[in-house]
C-alpha cells in the first residue's frame, strides 16, 4: 500500500501557537517501519487545481498572504509562503492517494482531512479542502462513481459538507463532539453528535448505527476516511474520552465496512492533539497499518 507524505514542508510558527507540525515527521517515520507500506512522496497541486472547487478569490488571497488578521485567526494559522507551499503538498498527497487508491484498492495521506476548508473561506487549520481537490482530480481523469466521506474526527465537517453536500453523488457523513468546534454547523448527509466524555463502548455503539444506514445511500465507488485522532481522551481539543484500543476498534469497524464492499479506500488523518503528541502518532500510524 502506498502512502504519501509531505512532512519535509514545514512552515514558520510561533511558540505560542500549539499547531503540532511534529506530528507529521512523527507519523511519517512509524508509518514507514510498518510491513506492506511504501511511503512516497506526492507532486504538489496547482492553485488552478485549488481553484477549480474553491472560490478564485480565497485561493489568490491564500496565494499571496492576503488574508485578513481575523481570517488568520479563523485559520488558527500565520500565514507565510512556507505554509502556502506546503498546502499544495499536502493536498498533493490526498490527490495521489486517491489516485492509487482507485488502482490499487487502499492508500493512505500522512495528512489532509482537511475538511473545515469551505468553498470560499479556510478555518481550523484547513485552508484547502484536499478531499474536494482529490475527488475533481479524480474525475477529471476520468472517475464518475459514488463517493463516501466518512468523517470520524472529533470535529464537524463543515466544510466537506459546504463544498460536498450539494453533489448528489457524494455522501458527507460526520460523526463528532456535540459541544466541539465548529459551532455553527453546515448540514452533511448524515450528522451525528457524540456528547462530551463519551468512552469506548457507547461511541462504538453509535458508529455501528451509522454504518448501518450507510448503505441506504451506496453503494459506493470510492471511499474517504477521516480517521481524526482527536476523540482521544488525551486529547486537548477532543471532549470525548476513546482510549487507544477503543480508536483501533473504531479505525477496524470502519474500514472493515468499506472492504467488505469492496470500495476502494483513501485514508487520511485529519485531526489530532494529544499530550504527549506521539500517542496521537501512534493513533494515526494504526489507523494505517489497520489499513494495509
Ligand atoms: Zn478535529
Not at 492576503?66 to 481570517?71: C, D, P, S, V
Not at 466524555?197 to 465507488?221: E, M
Not at 476513546?242 to 465496512?257: P, Q, V
Amino acid at each position: 500500500m502506498l502512502a504519501f507524505t509531505h512532512d519535509r514542508w514545514t512552515f514558520p510558527l510561533p511558540a505560542t501557537n500549539r499547531f503540532p507540525q511534529e506530528k507529521y515527521r512523527l507519523v511519517r517515520e512509524r508509518v514507514e517501519r510498518l510491513p506492506g507500506v511504501e511511503v512516497a512522496e506526492a507532486a504538489p497541486i496547482s492553485w488552478e487545481d485549488a481553484a477549480r472547487v474553491h472560490d478564485a478569490e480565497w485561493v489568490r488571497r491564500i496565494r499571496h498572504g492576503l488574508l485578513t488578521r481575523r481570517e488568520e485567526a479563523a485559520l488558527g494559522l500565520p500565514w507565510s509562503p512556507e505554509l502556502a507551499e506546503r498546502t499544495l503538498h499536502a493536498t498533493g498527497s490526498t490527490v495521489a492517494a486517491t489516485e492509487a487508491a482507485l488502482r490499487d484498492g487502499t492508500a493512505a495521506a500522512l495528512g489532509g482531512g482537511t475538511h473545515h476548508a469551505a468553498r470560499a473561506v479556510g478555518r481550523g487549520y484547513c485552508l484547502v479542502n484536499d478531499v474536494a481537490v482529490a475527488l475533481d482530480r479524480a474525475r477529471a481523469g476520468g472517475f464518475s462513481g459514488r463517493v463516501l466521506v466518512l468523517d470520524l474526527d472529533v470535529h464537524q465537517g463543515d466544510g466537506n459538507a459546504d463544498l460536498l453536500g450539494p453533489d448528489p453523488a457524494v455522501a458527507v457523513v460526520s460523526v463528532h463532539g456535540e459541544r466541539n468546534y465548529p459551532f455553527e454547523r453546515v448540514p452533511g448527509d448524515i450528522d451525528v453528535d457524540v456528547p462530551d466524555r463519551t468512552g469506548d463502548a457507547g461511541y462504538l455503539a453509535i458508529l455501528d448505527d451509522v454504518l448501518r444506514r450507510l448503505d441506504a445511500l451506496g453503494p459506493f465507488d470510492l471511499a474517504y476516511l477521516l480517521a481524526g485522532a482527536d476523540p482521544w481522551e488525551g486529547d486537548r481539543l477532543g471532549r470525548l474520552a476513546l482510549t487507544e484500543t477503543g480508536l483501533e476498534e473504531r479505525d477496524r469497524r470502519a474500514i472493515g465496512w468499506t472492504r467488505e464492499r469492496g470500495i476502494p479506500l483513501v485514508v487520511t488523518l485529519s485531526g489530532g492533539y494529544g499530550e504527549p503528541i506521539a500517542t496521537t502518532a501512534d493513533i494515526h500510524a494504526r489507523t494505517v497499518s489497520l489499513a494495509v
